[in-house]
């Protein structure tokens, strides 16, 4: 039988896992679970040499001691070790002797006895008993996604657009038995950076790093928002980002996180008063509610019910904001419920400011009112404060490309999708199809460059000059992305090149065959003309 032997360390200590090549996914995960000593609500990562997250799944690729991975528990529930103590046991290191057996077993028998599953099968629901909550999977091990990609279903776009009941409250468990884990410090530090990868968390994960970022900023304290409501408020927000290619809630998330990680960069906390922290912070996660995959073009060609709504001024937007109020007029929702009419009312106007700006018809208006006021900053003055806050959110909501490239990348192809998506349908219903969103037209290098050149590096460069530090955060990133992306044009305009050389050598040659055939028909009735 083939085995497949992972070498790794857990809090430094050496370990080696081996299990055969046709592994079930489920034994490999119990596997790396038994060995950090995990409880069953722990979230635990995978990290390769160059520290990055991989999955834990049969398809990990061997290594050696020398190029082990690190396995660590980034969110475990303190509560779980002293329920162990003061019961005289660990059921973890249980479960991790029962493993140690089973693989001693498989190596030497080749098969399992019913006995050892009956057994595992016995200390699970011993557990469960204990904890006395419904049994929640293996969270955050296994994606299903191939080693390295992270590409979107080409069925994607054909979902149900709405979240369905039963997948929403799959999720709000998951998040609620989640909500209590002490995430590492390491993974709150991480959380801080623009290399942040999105794409190796659960929806329930993200809740629980949402949380995390209105905890580290002192939103909870400073506004007295109760942890119940911020993760009703949480869960609420998750259910109304629909299920399209892009503008989803992975990308809610990015654009938070983003913005998180730029508030901490450039040392907003001690430039800006906290209310306006809470403003760029909320209005991040709010940002596109309830986004249905069509941009305001289509909105306003199309009569649709939004863009009669809103006099085609700002459609998605401005519905965007009506979903954020609407949570949070629920008082179960409403994480400003014990701040005062004057604060909420602020609160309310800033986060409304914020989601408008993120309307790209708007972004030159908003981009000159920043550059006429750089040279005379003044973190005093209300009207500076206010365009940096709308600066921040644009920067935040086109971020991508200031990512590492295999995190940036697989959004890209969802932003193409739900672009084709429109482009399909305007075709359909007569209506004008933006050249940017044409299949026909785009490819994934040329929808980039512009947009790189002329939108992003202006952007980007006015908030460095304010922000030296973020040339190497947000700057350099984005020059190697152009970098990339104009490679890539150039080789398919290569590529097309000798396609169309191919061609016409093929046509040249397919003629040439053709006359030489003539030519000897010709010849031959020459000759019998002749006989």
Known sequence: METKIIYFTVNGRPEKAQFPVDCPAQDVKDLFRSAAEAGPHDILKLYNPKGNIINI????????????????????????????????????????????????????????PPIVYEMKSQVESFR????????????????????????PSPFYHKRTLRKTREECEHVREKFLQMSSLEVSEEVRQYLKTPTFDNWQWEDAEIMVLLQVMYT?????????IELDVLQVFLYEVYKRYNNIPFHNFKHCFCVTQMMYGLIWLTDLRNKMDSTDLLIMLTSAVCHDLDHTGYNNAYQINARTELALRYNDISPLENHHCAIAFEILEKTESNIFRNLTTEQYKRIREGIIKCILATDMSRHTEILNKFKAILPVFDFCNKDHKDVLMMIMIKVSDISNEARPMDVAEPWLDCLLQEFFNQSDMEKLEGLPVSPFMDRDKVTKPSSQTGFIRFVLFPLFIELANLFPCLEQHIIDPVRKALDYYTEMEKALEREKQNRTQSENIKTKESTTAKETELQLENGAVLKRSVV
């Open 128 to 151: 469960e008993k204990l904890e006395n909550v419904e049994h929640l999977s293996w969270l955050g091990l296994f994606k299903e996604l191939s080693e390295g990609t992270h590409k």
């Open 216 to 224: 580290d900023l002192d939103f909870i304290s400073t506004f007295n």
């Open 57 to 112: 799944s049969p398809q990990l690729s061997p290594n050696s001691p020398h190029t082990c991975y690190k396995l660590e528990v980034v969110a475990a529930d303190c509560n779980s070790t002293e329920l162990a103590v003061a019961l005289g046991f660990d059921l973890s290191s249980m479960e991790k002797r029962l493993q140690s057996l089973e693989k001693k077993i498989l190596v030497e028998a080749g098969e399992i």
